[in-house]
């Protein structure tokens, strides 16, 4: 399939916006520049919540069409009051949301149509390095495992193709896979 054509399913994405802003963006890559933000707030205990609304690109401001919020807490076995989902299974679900519409993206530009898609994403971790029993056990994750069951009218060969481009392509997936530079200041 060429980038002119016009897939036969768009499974809800559109690909010609998209590689327009590819093209534009290849012309202009300082417009590439993004920054994404996040404000946080403690609610109690270990309860906190974060909201999303305006982020920077194309060389100006934007906002989201409204505020999103993500309540984030530990469970009642942690002695907490489960108000949210843990900070680690949100770093999951970003994890399945990226890689997901990476999936529904690159099967869309290969004229694949998409009947379903499930991702189950598994996080391992000892709690011994968070906790502080023992210093050579790691804070996070062991490791990751991400299973997709995909129905769609292509064939597994080109399912997991699709996977795997969208898995090169995924924002997260880099994020998480590869160290990042992080800054933590008190002001």
Avoid at 74 to 80: G, K, L, Q, R, Y
Avoid at 169 to 185: L, M
Wanted: charged share 20%.
């Amino acid at each position: 399939m060429t980038t002119t054509e016009t897939p036969a399913h768009d499974n809800g994405v559109n690909v010609e916006a998209l590689l327009g802003a590819r093209s534009a963006l290849t012309d202009a890559p300082e417009a590439a520049k993004f920054q994404w933000r996040a404000s946080n707030e403690w609610v109690n205990g270990t309860h906190s919540r974060t909201t999303l609304s305006g982020f920077s690109g194309l060389g100006q401001e934007h906002a989201h069409r409204q505020a999103y919020t993500i309540d984030a807490d530990h469970p009642e076995i942690f002695a907490s009051e489960d108000n949210g989902a843990t900070p680690t299974e949100i770093v999951l679900a970003a994890l399945a949301g990226c890689l997901t519409a990476g999936v529904a993206t690159v099967a869309t530009h290969r004229g694949v149509h998409l009947r379903s898609v499930t991702a189950t994403l598994e996080g391992s971790m000892d709690l011994q390095g968070i906790l502080g029993i023992d210093g050579d056990v790691r804070n996070g994750f062991d490791g990751i495992k991400v299973t997709y069951q995909i129905d769609a009218d292509a064939s597994k060969a080109d399912i997991e193709a699709i996977v795997a481009q969208s898995q090169k392509r995924s924002a997260v997936f880099d994020i998480i896979a590869n160290p990042t530079s992080i800054q933590v200041e008190v002001v």
